[in-house]
């Protein structure tokens, strides 16, 4: 089987697109991205915005979420300590995960052009839920905090990834299999 026939297959070529766009996400990501600190401070800068308000909607008072025109990490009710947002907790990882199985399994470019970006604003949503969850959990129950962030809201922010895969790949991939 010569290197043409082999890429013809639907398994090597998902393996050999996912693997490009690993490797592509990963030099963007260590190399551009991560020193330059803007996608990530512009993305936490957001989540902390969202869930201030939406603590605020819920009637809580919250700490402050900027210092003199800074932006904090730091999101959370009055009167707890909140709850400090890190680079690996802003979805960014998972934004570019799901976005590569999208683009790496086979499907129409159109739906893809939908689905994506969508996908993308709800596990943001989801994310910002979490850190809302998480900043009542330390108010309220601070002892549960670590567990709730380590497994809890890891399990479900991977589930709700694997659905939309899910949903990609057996509803809107047009893929027989």
């Not at 991205?33 to 800068?45: E, G, H, S, V, Y």
């Not at 909140?82 to 998972?94: E, F, K, Q, R």
């Not at 002892?143 to 694997?162: A, G, K, M, P, Q």
Request: aromatic letters at 18%.
């Amino acid at each position: 089987m010569n290197f043409k026939e082999l890429v013809k297959n639907k398994l090597v070529r998902f393996i050999l697109t996912s693997f490009f766009l690993f490797v592509s996400w990963f030099f963007l990501y260590d190399i551009w991205l991560n020193p330059a600190k803007f996608a990530d401070t512009f993305i936490i800068n957001i989540i902390v915005q969202n869930s201030d308000w939406l603590l605020k909607a819920m009637g809580f008072a919250t700490i402050p979420t900027d210092l003199h025109g800074a932006s904090m990490r730091t999101v959370g009710i009055d009167g707890s300590h909140g709850v400090w947002i890190g680079d690996p907790c802003n979805g960014l990882s998972l934004f570019a995960l799901f976005t590569g199985f999208v683009l790496a399994y086979p499907g129409p470019v159109k739906s893809k052009l939908w689905f994506i970006p969508l996908g993308i604003l709800t596990i943001h949503i989801l994310n910002v839920l979490r850190v809302t969850a998480l900043a009542m959990i330390q108010n309220f129950s601070p002892d549960s905090l670590e567990f709730n962030h380590t497994y809890t809201f890891t399990i479900v922010v991977y589930s709700y990834v694997f659905y939309l895969w899910y949903l990609w790949s057996n509803k809107l991939s047009d893929v027989k299999t």
